[in-house]
């Protein structure tokens, strides 16, 4: 279903701040808080004592004491103290290695011993003084993979965003997808159109006429495990389109990270880094809400879809010209878990 031996988004700083944070990635259940040094703990979210969820208790002095018994946790997994007991032969939990960079908490579920900090997704706008970003987290009851391919193929845009970002020329033009390395992208250019109104609003921010016509781009990147870029944004028609003068044109980078919760459950961490007026914060704020009203309006649909494939699991699904980016997606992911399978076999029989 997932690949182990990736990065994934396990939450954000703010949510771990001061306080532990319980969460399941990939089928583990993993308890997320900061150490001593303030760096980033994540344990099994399991008390070896009487098995409570560790994330039910607190963070004292950089260790996490259990809120059913008092017992307490180190940053390596290892009970430290318990009132009136000695510790010394309590079996340890696991420990995940967990890194914090560009804003996010990332956890790797898999073999600890290939999790290299290397890998993680690089966020060349993260930080940056010429980008801004805002976002936000759902939790969906579907199937990651559901979400891949909606993200890969946004003719969906035109029904169920229809009021936002939504348009005919959607339908009307044929995307291109092409494969580098384990890299999907899916690209769609449409020329001499009206602006929808989501994109009015940021032309309208970035003091550019909202009422001309605009050449408007759509780039889907999927990166393994689970994350989609999109590039996206609309110049003043005849500008240069995706290569105008920035003065011409407002772009951004749709931000989502797909970190799967269980087989058909998954958690949403999505936003926008924006490339115009980074200095403005009713800006960012106003985009933040306005793209976390279009995302949840896809929330109904991959729910309700989930649920008829579970009811219909024989149902064999139909794959056009327009799923071609999440349907090379998913081949991408099939290698990835043929890899990882095929690597634990061959250590298994060592």
Known sequence: MFPKNAWYV??????????PLGRTICNEPIVFFRGPEGQVVALEDFCPHRGAPLSLGRVVDGKLVCGYHGLQMGCDGRTVAMPNQRVRGFPPVRSYPAVERYGFIWVWPGDPAQAD????????????????????????RCDYRLMIDNLMDLTHETYVHADSIGQKEIDETTPTTHVEGDEVVTSRFMNNISAPPFWRMALRGAGLPEDQPVDRWQICRFSPPSHVMIEVGVALA????????????????????????TENTMWYFWGMARHFKPDDPELTEAIRKGQGKIFSEDLEMLERQQRNLEHWPD??????????????????????????????TAGAAA
């Open 10 to 19: 396990a939450c954000t700083p703010d949510e771990i701040d001061g306080k």
């Open 238 to 261: 005849g500008r240069g389109g995706y290569h105008a003068d920035n003065k011409d044109k407002v772009y951004s980078i749709v931000v989502d990270f797909l970190t799967p919760e």
């Open 117 to 140: 900090p290397a890998r993680i997704h690089h966020l060349h706008w993260a930080g940056h003084p010429e980008w801004a970003y805002g976002g936000g987290l759902y939790h969906i």
């Open 315 to 344: 149902r064999q699904l139909l794959a056009l010209n327009i799923d071609a980016g999440g349907v090379q997606s998913r081949r991408v992911i099939e290698r990835l878990i043929a890899a990882e399978r095929a690597g634990a």
